[in-house]
């Protein structure tokens, strides 16, 4: 386990533009460096305990999808060579394998969702209407059922300290406009199934996920991070069964751990004994280890690397 863990990032020498519940992102000009920190969030709430190895499993996880799938859709990523991009600053070694240089692009103000389980937020509407984001669903489905097919169910973006609301597709097509929609729907259900067929073959199961776009240049474009720990919920293959909850390679551990105490899912939030803290960083490095098929420490930490 890398004993350093970043909490929040310092480059003096940039023009720091936000902070996110993980991500830290700082002004190139004509591009943005964005970094992954160690923070992690439960219910839009940030923890005040780091998770280490979680800024680089999450930063090595992205690339890795952003160079398998640009042939899907293109994406933002340019390169993690950031000494190259940015600058050799003794401020920027601690970002090594956690910041990648990304093209600027206009966030558009939806999260693009796809279900193909039967888990989280959906399987408590589904409980409570028989249906999830407006859509229909068969009768006597259980928890962590596998879904007739994906379902792409947006919601929108909340402020940090907020919880995003799922809408149904009318709902964002009022917000990004029927063209702009429909591509967006189109392009992250066949993501989604192109991501999940290679997981399969990996022993992971994709429950669901989120992507989100951009607008460059009036083109769409794949922004922020794709299909990690942080994004989906991936469950191992060995043992699945639906009807109860599965274990998982990502967050969900933590949610499981702060639902059990009484806490109002506001600030501030718990602080995570050791041994969760511990668990957690295993389960995340398992995740990249099984999906791209190296060890964390054998990932490059700079150049942009081949195509997978």
Not at 218 to 226: F, R, T
Not at 242 to 269: C, H, I, M, T
Request: hydrophobic share 35%; charged share 25%; glycine share 6%.
């Amino acid at each position: 386990m890398n004993e350093v863990t970043l909490t929040h990032s310092n480059v003096p020498e940039l023009t720091l533009l936000a902070r996110g519940k993980v991500r830290d992102i700082y002004d190139l000009g004509d591009a943005l460096l964005i970094v992954a920190t160690d923070r992690i969030s439960c219910f839009d709430v940030v923890l005040p305990t780091p998770i280490p190895d979680k800024s680089r499993v999450l930063t090595q996880m992205s690339r890795f999808w952003f160079q398998r799938t640009g042939a899907v859709m293109q994406n933002h990523f340019l390169t993690m060579d950031i000494e190259d991009a940015v600058g050799r600053w003794e401020s920027i070694q601690i970002l090594k394998g956690r910041a990648m240089v990304v093209e600027k692009a206009q966030p558009l103000p939806i999260e693009a969702v796809v279900r193909g389980y039967l888990s989280g937020s959906a399987w408590k509407e589904y409980q409570q209407t028989g249906a999830v984001c407006g859509i229909t669903l068969p009768l006597r489905l259980r928890e962590s059922d596998r879904l007739p097919s994906p379902l792409f169910t947006p919601a929108t973006k909340a402020p940090q300290g907020q919880h995003d609301e799922n809408i149904s597709f009318q709902h964002m097509v009022g917000i990004v406009g029927r063209e702009r929609a429909e591509a967006i729907r189109g392009t992250s259900l066949r993501l989604y199934e192109d991501a999940s067929a290679y997981a399969a073959k990996r022993g992971i199961i994709i429950a669901d996920t989120k992507f989100e776009f951009g607008a460059c240049k009036d083109e769409l474009m794949l922004i922020d991070e794709i299909l990690t720990p942080d994004s989906s919920r991936f469950w191992p293959m060995d043992g699945y069964a639906g009807g109860r909850p599965q274990p998982s390679f990502d967050k969900q551990y933590v949610r499981n751990y702060v639902e059990e105490l009484r806490w109002n899912k506001r600030p501030p939030a718990p602080a995570l004994p050791p041994e969760i803290v511990r668990k957690t960083s295993e389960k995340y490095r398992e995740a990249l280890e099984r999906i791209t098929g190296s060890q964390l420490s054998s990932l490059p930490v700079q150049e942009s690397g081949d195509d997978f």
